[in-house]
Antibody
């Protein structure tokens, strides 16, 4: 059964750092690009970052470039997102998701992990 | 790159719902659609403009021409009530772009 399970969310103070994790199972993780997508409360989906299947390429949304870092450990079938200098507007549900196809749609989503940035 | 969706669409049960996703030359891109119900993760319902993943009813269909892509849901059911998001890959900017989302209400 293909599954993505995020962890690492919680309540943190502004200015702090945090790393989110996403454990993959049921498929060959090292064959797929992976994304992080977030959703602020009551808002739409916001793409954050993607990493190629082998980690060779990484791309970021302008809104998080320079503050967030995506990485992966294929031996552990795990995706990461390091978030630095957190702001209140980073509050939301963070989803990891699997990239698929020549035109890059997302075919598998995790259930998400909730991050709240508040003093 | 910006994808524009109407904030809301309402339709009676059994009727046809059309949700648009527009931007200049969107027909040059491949558009994908996701359904998200409250408290749940999104689910892919249409990819490559008009293809359906396995398990998605054939009531879901898609079109992409000119400046507008459209998700069409035939014979709408109460269970179709959800938020729907379109998405493209902008290869020029190496970015993935989501539309703002459309809340489908079944009257």
């Amino acid at each position: 059964q293909v599954q993505l399970l995020e962890s690492g969310g919680g309540v943190v103070q502004p200015g702090t750092s945090l790393t989110l994790s996403c454990a993959a199972s049921g498929f060959t993780f090292s064959s797929y690009g992976m994304h992080w997508v977030r959703q602020a409360p009551g808002k739409g989906l916001e793409w954050l970052a993607v990493i190629w299947y082998d980690g060779s390429k990484k791309f970021y949304a302008d809104s998080v470039k320079g503050r967030f870092t995506i990485s992966r450990d294929n031996s552990q079938q795990t995706l990461f997102l390091q978030l630095n200098t957190l702001r209140a507007e980073d509050t939301g549900v963070y989803y990891c998701a699997r990239d698929f196809g020549a035109y890059h749609y997302i075919d598998i989503w995790g259930q998400g992990t909730l991050l709240s940035v508040s003093s | 790159y910006v994808l524009t969706q109407p904030p809301s669409v309402s339709v009676a049960p059994g009727k046809t719902a059309r949700i648009t996703c527009g931007e200049n030359n969107v027909a040059d891109k491949s558009v994908h659609w996701y359904q998200q119900k409250p408290g749940q993760a999104p689910v892919l319902v249409i990819y490559y403009d008009s293809d359906r993943p396995s398990g998605i009813p054939d009531r879901f269909s898609g079109l992409n021409s000119g400046s507008t892509a459209t998700l069409i849901i035939y014979r709408v059911e109460a269970g179709d009530e959800a938020d729907y998001f379109c998405q493209v890959w902008d290869k020029n900017g190496d970015s993935w772009v989501f539309g703002g989302g459309t809340k489908l209400t079944v009257l």
